[in-house]
């Protein structure tokens, strides 16, 4: 008992002659080396973290595919940070907390594409986080050697991640068409040439372009995504109510206006649409059937009229 006390002691910093002088060195912590990660073998199995799906297939830039397989990590205030490019961002407290945390801030799900230019990885599908999943935006950044630069919390369980790689330094490293095979390039010129011709309205062009990207494997269909777009996707096109139904109605007036001029000056006959009376608006007549669910958003082609 009295030699289990003096270990303690001793321990404390204290001597047989007191307390360690102020002076004396310190015990230094030392945390042993560790390779935290999305189902490490070296880790008792009560200790893995568990993801909810495999990650994508790697994808887009292929300068990019030697970073799969490899890992990052950033120490920030108490909490480590691992970011595995193509696979997982985990998220592990380095604190003596019975229950610190350990988790899956997101498994790769696929890129965000603007202006022909790879912007981001997008981490989906991490641990439960309310009532949604717990998720990831990495952006790569042109830097000197492959590092894991900077991670913050915009909003709740929603994690933004600056990845630095002498990779994306080139001008033309994070450019989208290059990337893509033969048949898909043509589609896009294609699509930009019927944009050109205003055979197709932008937002008909942006529908176009997310299904080539969709093909090319770098979007993933909206079936596979998760209901509700955490970052903030565009609004979709509701007629909840009689304010918006009339906003919708004026502009599809004015597109319907413009495409038969557009028509007139190419000398396409049309046949133009047996008009409905107000009554039958309102419900006095038997209800028709519902028109196709793609008449309520994007009008897609003009050339299909």
């Known amino acids: 008992m009295a030699a289990g006390l003096l270990r303690v002691l001793l321990f404390l910093g204290f001597s047989a002659r007191g307390p360690a002088p102020a002076g004396a060195a310190k015990m230094k912590v030392v945390e042993e080396p560790n390779t935290f990660g999305v189902n490490n073998p070296f880790l008792p199995q009560a200790s893995r973290l568990q993801a909810k799906r495999d990650p994508s297939p790697v994808s887009g830039p292929a300068h990019l595919f030697r970073l799969s397989g490899k890992c990052f990590s950033l120490v920030e205030s108490t909490y480590k940070y691992e970011f595995c490019p193509f696979h997982n961002v985990t998220q592990h407290e380095q604190t003596f907390r019975w229950n610190a945390y350990s988790g899956v801030l997101g498994i790769w799900h696929e890129w965000e594409i603007a202006n022909n230019t790879f912007t981001g990885m997008w981490m989906r599908d991490g641990d439960a986080c309310r009532s949604r999943s717990r998720q990831s935006k990495v952006e790569l950044a042109c830097g000197k050697s492959n590092r894991l630069a900077h991670v913050s919390e915009p909003s709740t369980c929603v994690y933004a991640l600056t990845f630095e790689t002498p990779l994306v330094c080139h001008p033309h490293a994070l450019l989208v068409y290059p990337t893509l095979p033969e048949a898909l390039q043509r589609r896009w010129d294609q699509v930009e040439q019927d944009l050109a011709d205003e055979l197709i309205t932008a937002q008909g062009h942006e ?22 777009q955490l970052e903030g996707g565009p609004d979709s096109l509701g007629l909840e109510t009689l304010e918006n139904c009339r906003k919708a109605h004026k502009e599809l007036s004015k597109e319907i206006k413009r495409l038969k001029g557009l028509l007139t000056q190419h000398g396409i006959p049309y046949v133009r ?33």
């Open 273 to 305: 649409p047996t008009e409905t009376s107000s009554l039958e608006h309102l419900g006095h007549k038997t209800p028709r059937a519902k028109p196709p669910e793609q008449l309520r958003g994007d009008p897609g082609l003009r050339g299909s009229l």
């Open 207 to 228: 529908k176009l372009l997310r299904t080539l990207f969709e093909d090319a494997g770098y979007f993933k269909a909206p079936e596979e995504n998760e209901p509700t």
